[in-house]
């Protein structure tokens, strides 16, 4: 389900009620632990954080119109995603954040290689996220962006 909304607080005025605390909480989780030169904005039907063109000119390779994309989350049909490029290009970050996880949530952990997800909205670790997001800079995402691409 891609939303075509152009902003979070349009994204979130479409939700379902039993999703939009959840998903309000999630932003505001993300939006307190940011390291400072990411944006926040709507990328790819999903409330998206970028590094923005002004920082990184060359923009995302596959569309260098756009920025270069790192975070995002969005209410999906049954669960709602959380999508890190940090933990998908960085074993380190991965290996921790899989290692934390059982301290955080009594649910076993459903993700793919950078999305995280969640069938009980009331069981998100907030917390863990939060320390997430703040585990990665927008010049360490360029550097490691830039070494796997020219790879």
Not at 53 to 65: D, L, M, N, Q
Not at 77 to 94: D, S, T, V
Not at 122 to 139: F, H, N, R, S
Request: proline fraction near 7%.
């Amino acid at each position: 389900m891609t939303s075509k909304a152009t902003s979070p607080e349009e994204y979130i005025s479409e939700l379902p009620e039993d999703r939009k605390a959840a998903i309000i909480k999630l932003r505001e989780t993300v939006l307190n632990n940011l390291p400072e030169g990411f944006q926040e904005g709507m990328s790819y039907g999903m409330v998206g954080y970028v590094v923005p063109k002004s920082v990184y000119p060359a923009g995302y390779h596959c569309s260098p119109e756009l920025p270069l994309p790192f975070m995002s989350f969005a209410s999906q049909k049954n669960f709602i995603a959380f999508y890190h490029m940090g933990i998908y290009a960085k074993k380190e970050l991965l290996d921790w954040f899989v290692a934390e996880y059982p301290k955080h949530c009594k649910y076993k952990l459903d993700m793919g290689k950078s999305c995280i997800r969640f069938k009980k909205v009331d069981a998100i670790p907030y917390e863990l996220l939060g320390e997430l997001v703040t585990k990665m800079t927008p010049q360490e995402w360029i550097d490691i962006y830039e070494h796997n691409l020219k790879r």
